[in-house]
């Protein structure tokens, strides 16, 4: 009886349900709570009118351990019915329906998924990686249809995630509210117009005005989709500063390699090794890195123009307004087209066609880094599991990680 007693308290209020009988098992290492259920009338939730017992279902749902012991409650579950709404299975309070899992189990496998890896949460849960699976999927799909429709999307980040090698991307949508964290609004296959289309389409008109900026970089197809879906979308553009700053980098690292080989078949390797020095911005060059940066800088080199060059458009982003931006890349345009260094000058063309929606920036402040730091989250997800099998659950574990949805079952203690 005192068992009884305790278990009734631990387990709380599961009106009109009580802990009938409870069973130790030391072999298996597990506690077995028999849950019972004095005579009840039932009523439809549809048409409340009353239905009749039409049989029971055996059931067991994992609960959170005693002490070493697992611990499962069991109860025979009455099927109800009526003719017009047919059997239904009566809802218990301390799980939902369909569940394999009370809902405080479930809490804390959320939690520990959410801290953890798949595998160590498994280990800790004692639950296979399937059920760890399904428990990812339910709130995913609890957290969606919990979503406010038509709540305001004011500010948005839109980029591709690679789901495996090669051509295999993901588009994200990631809202950038500011005053909290980042959230990933969409995800959806590849990184073409339609991929953005299936987003702007799902929103309301009310939704679609509402967006004050969007930020992306200067893939067209998201360009082509933003024009044609929300309005007034080309004063709302926002070309990423994360992005032009990586075109930069990557401009510099192309005369760097082209500079080296030229110096190594003449037996000079100054440039060998040197790659990542040439990224570094000024003020973050590590003390390691000084004596040979100081050396290098005092020679004339085609990859030292190059860096100076990026350097200086770096300062492009502390200015005020738009109409200072403008005046600044007139100069820096001017300089980067007469270096003679191609793959620079390429990337200032590109930069001169897209001027408007680089300048946006000055009016919305808006840049990708939000949505990078869901990449990166989004990088060790992937390291975790050592890559994932499919989409659907490429797409999941990231709504369960960075969509932030309402994941806990109804029922809390």
């Known amino acids: 009886m005192q068992d009884i007693q305790l278990y009734q308290q631990i387990l709380g209020d599961t009106r009109p349900w009580r802990v009938e009988r409870v069973i130790l098992n030391r072999e298996t290492q597990s506690i077995e709570m028999e849950m019972a259920l004095p005579e009840q009338v039932w009523a439809c939730p549809a048409c409340h009118a009353r239905m009749h017992v039409h049989g029971y279902e055996r059931r067991h749902w994992r609960h959170l351990d005693s002490c070493q012991y697992r611990t499962i409650l069991t109860a025979d579950v009455p099927r109800v019915q009526r003719d017009t709404h047919g059997t239904q299975t009566v809802q218990v309070p301390w799980a939902e329906k369909h569940g394999r899992f009370t809902a405080l189990f479930e809490r804390l496998a959320i939690d520990l998924l959410q801290a953890r890896s798949t595998s160590a949460a498994c280990d800790i849960l004692r639950i296979s990686w399937d059920e760890a699976d399904g428990i990812k999927q339910r709130p995913v799909r609890r957290g969606l249809a919990r979503k406010q429709v038509g709540a305001p999307l004011r500010r948005l980040c839109v980029d591709e995630k690679s789901f495996g090698r090669g051509q295999d991307y993901v588009t994200l949508v990631v809202q950038a509210p500011g005053d909290r964290p980042a959230t990933v609004e969409h995800i959806s296959d590849g990184y073409t117009t339609a991929s953005l289309d299936a987003f702007r389409q799902s929103l309301t008109r009310e939704q679609l005005a509402g967006v004050e900026a969007v930020g992306m970089d200067l893939w067209e197809p998201y360009w ?190």
């Open 224 to 413: 082509i989709s933003t024009l044609a879906h929300v309005p007034e979308a080309a004063r709302k553009i926002v070309h990423d500063p994360y992005h032009l700053v990586s075109y930069m980098n990557k401009a510099v690292n192309m005369v760097r390699q082209q500079e080296h080989r030229v110096l190594h078949a003449i037996g000079d390797d100054r440039l060998s090794g040197t790659k990542q020095l040439w990224l570094y911005g000024i003020e973050r060059l590590p003390p390691r890195w000084q004596a040979r940066w100081d050396e290098l800088r005092g020679q004339k080199l085609k990859t030292g123009r190059a860096w100076a060059i990026k350097e200086m458009f770096r300062d492009f982003w502390t200015l005020s307004t738009a109409e200072d931006g403008r005046l600044f890349f007139k100069e820096w345009y001017a300089w980067a087209i007469r270096c003679g260094l191609q793959p620079i000058k390429k990337v200032a063309r590109m930069m001169k066609a897209h001027l408007e929606n680089i300048l946006t920036f000055f009016v919305h402040r808006l840049s990708n880094a939000s949505a990078e730091g869901l990449n990166n989250l989004i990088q060790s997800l992937i390291k975790k599991v050592y890559g994932y099998r499919t989409r659907e659950r490429f797409k999941t574990d990231i709504l369960f990680h960075a969509g932030g949805l309402d994941l806990y079952p109804a029922f809390s203690q």
